[in-house]
Every structure is written in structure tokens, then in C-alpha cells.
């Protein structure tokens, strides 16, 4: 991440009330992950570190999945996020920090892990800070949500609108080799890939909060003005779903890869 990570701050009441959790079934796959790793040479409690934490929507849920007993700390650069996470502790911890700098000892930590989060840091530099981070055997996770727009003509469109308007933006800006990112540091091994598919539905006000809630729609707001941004958003569901219960269909990846010792 750059210092354009307070610009997200705008948006940390909207990322609240309006981003989506993640499948449950990857978050057991992802507990599984760790509970094999080699946990009989860990120190009590564990840490488990969510890196670009945002408002700690995957911090509570790795509190929510691991029990009461690890140490979960998000890990925000952005102030507002930070702010609005702790409004909702669940049992967690905030610190400021970067994806390539986490303030942490070297392998102190059974899982670092980055949900809708990885394509804004330096991802090299962030494997190699989860490399230094991990105790051995513990596990580096990725972790994204993605509208799956070959599913679905609605979706389709929505991303259209993006690509016109955003700064730059391109549907694919996700589709790098993770695994073979993960691979390529030394002290990562093992890396994989789980998918999963589902759908959200919202109503059409959820749609359109959830929508300006982006870092990427940021950009159409400022092309062209957030009166328009909503009109454009309201027509397309009237266009696609004209009794207003919005479907989105959703890709979510899981990549994994184990600390060597």
C-alpha cells in the first residue's frame, strides 16, 4: 500500500455497513490449514495477523472460526478503517501498520493472512514479511471475493460501467499467478488454491451502498459525479432485476501456502 490508503478512510463507514463476509467453507478449509501445521512448537496463544484489515470484517471472522483462544490483531495503515473496526472488538486487536512492515517479531505468528486486500500491497514484499512473520509450519492466506461476471449479463454490465468510467480499471485486475507468487519466496512452500461460488442478494439500496462502497467505484464518482454514479447503478438493476432483489454472483479464492522450517 501507498499513503493514497488514507484516502480509504472516506470509504470505512460504507466498507462497514455494506462489504460481504466470506463462505464459511473457506474459512474452515483455512482453519484446517493452520491446526495442521506443525502447532506442537508453538507458543500459547497463537497469533493469527489479518494484514490490511480494513473496518475487520475478516479480523472478526478469524476470531469468529479459531475460538476465543489465539491472538487476532488486524493490521490497518488507514485510520478511519482502524477506527471503525474497533467500534466492533469481538474479542480483537487493532495496530497501525503496512503490509510490508508488520510490527511483529520474526515467526511469532501461525497465520498472516490478506483478504480483499493483496492487489494493493507490494506482494513480494508482503510474502516476504509473512515469511519473516510465520512460525514454522505456519500458514500465509489469500483471501478475495470476486463478482463473476461470465455468470451473469447484470454483473456484465456493472463492470462495463467501470471499465468507462474507473481510472484505468480492468475486470481481470486480479488475475495474477498467486500460487506462483507464493512459490517464488523463499520459506513458502506448498501453495494452493480452493474455490468456491455463491451469490449475494441485496435489495437495490444495498446494491448501491455496497457498490460506492468501493475503492474502484471511488474513481467513477469522481468522473462522474456521485448523482450519476447512483443513477447509473439504480437503472441497472431496474434493468436486470425490476422486482429490485439484486443477485451477484460471486468467485471466492482461498490460496494457501505453508512456512518451511
Same mark, same amino acid.
Given at each position: 500500500?501507498?499513503?493514497?490508503?488514507?484516502?480509504?478512510?472516506?470509504?470505512? %463507514?460504507?466498507? &462497514?455497513?455494506?462489504? =460481504? /463476509?466470506?463462505?464459511? $467453507?473457506? +474459512?474452515?478449509?483455512? #482453519?484446517?490449514?493452520?491446526?495442521?501445521?506443525?502447532?506442537?512448537?508453538?507458543?500459547?496463544?497463537?497469533?493469527?495477523?489479518?494484514?490490511?484489515?480494513?473496518?475487520?470484517?475478516?479480523?472478526?471472522?478469524?476470531?469468529?472460526?479459531?475460538?476465543?483462544?489465539?491472538?487476532?490483531?488486524?493490521?490497518?495503515?488507514?485510520?478511519?478503517?482502524?477506527?471503525?473496526?474497533?467500534?466492533?472488538?469481538?474479542?480483537?486487536?487493532?495496530?497501525?501498520?503496512?503490509?510490508?512492515?508488520?510490527?511483529?517479531?520474526?515467526?511469532?505468528?501461525?497465520?498472516?493472512?490478506?483478504?480483499?486486500?493483496?492487489?494493493?500491497?507490494?506482494?513480494?514484499?508482503?510474502?516476504? %514479511?509473512?515469511? &519473516?512473520?510465520?512460525? =514454522? /509450519?505456519?500458514?500465509? $492466506?489469500? +483471501?478475495?471475493?470476486? #463478482?463473476?461476471?461470465?455468470?451473469?449479463?447484470?454483473?456484465?454490465?456493472?463492470?462495463?460501467?467501470?471499465?468507462?468510467?474507473?481510472?484505468?480499471?480492468?475486470?481481470?485486475?486480479?488475475?495474477?499467478?498467486?500460487?506462483?507468487?507464493?512459490?517464488?519466496?523463499?520459506?513458502?512452500?506448498?501453495?494452493?488454491?480452493?474455490?468456491?461460488?455463491?451469490?449475494?442478494?441485496?435489495?437495490?439500496?444495498?446494491?448501491?451502498?455496497?457498490?460506492?462502497?468501493?475503492?474502484?467505484?471511488?474513481?467513477?464518482?469522481?468522473?462522474?459525479?456521485?448523482?450519476?454514479?447512483?443513477?447509473?447503478?439504480?437503472?441497472?438493476?431496474?434493468?436486470?432485476?425490476?422486482?429490485?432483489?439484486?443477485?451477484?454472483?460471486?468467485?471466492?479464492?482461498?490460496?494457501? $501456502?505453508?512456512?518451511?522450517?
Amino acid at each position: 500500500m501507498t499513503d493514497s490508503t488514507q484516502a480509504f478512510d472516506q470509504l470505512s %463507514e460504507g466498507y &462497514r455497513r455494506f462489504r =460481504p /463476509g466470506y463462505p464459511r $467453507a473457506l +474459512l474452515d478449509r483455512l #482453519r484446517a490449514h493452520v491446526l495442521a501445521g506443525e502447532r506442537s512448537s508453538w507458543p500459547e496463544p497463537w497469533l493469527l495477523l489479518d494484514v490490511g484489515a480494513g473496518t475487520g470484517i475478516s479480523t472478526r471472522a478469524l476470531r469468529r472460526v479459531f475460538g476465543p483462544d489465539p491472538r487476532v490483531v488486524g493490521v490497518e495503515p488507514g485510520r478511519s478503517m482502524r477506527a471503525a473496526a474497533a467500534e466492533e472488538p469481538d474479542g480483537v486487536e487493532y495496530v497501525d501498520g503496512r503490509a510490508e512492515e508488520v510490527p511483529f517479531p520474526d515467526a511469532s505468528a501461525s497465520l498472516v493472512l490478506a483478504a480483499q486486500a493483496v492487489h494493493w500491497f507490494d506482494r513480494p514484499a508482503f510474502y516476504a %514479511e509473512a515469511a &519473516r512473520l510465520l512460525l =514454522p /509450519g505456519g500458514t500465509v $492466506a489469500v +483471501l478475495n471475493n470476486d #463478482r463473476d461476471w461470465t455468470a451473469s449479463a447484470f454483473v456484465d454490465a456493472h463492470e462495463s460501467l467501470m471499465e468507462e468510467y474507473g481510472d484505468d480499471y480492468r475486470r481481470d485486475y486480479r488475475a495474477y499467478d498467486t500460487v506462483a507468487e507464493m512459490e517464488a519466496q523463499d520459506g513458502l512452500s506448498n501453495a494452493t488454491e480452493f474455490t468456491t461460488a455463491w451469490t449475494r442478494e441485496l435489495d437495490t439500496a444495498g446494491f448501491v451502498g455496497s457498490a460506492l462502497s468501493s475503492s474502484r467505484m471511488a474513481a467513477v464518482v469522481r468522473d462522474i459525479g456521485e448523482e450519476r454514479t447512483r443513477a447509473a447503478l439504480t437503472e441497472l438493476v431496474a434493468a436486470h432485476f425490476p422486482d429490485g432483489n439484486v443477485r451477484v454472483p460471486y468467485v471466492t479464492r482461498l490460496h494457501l $501456502a505453508r512456512r518451511t522450517p
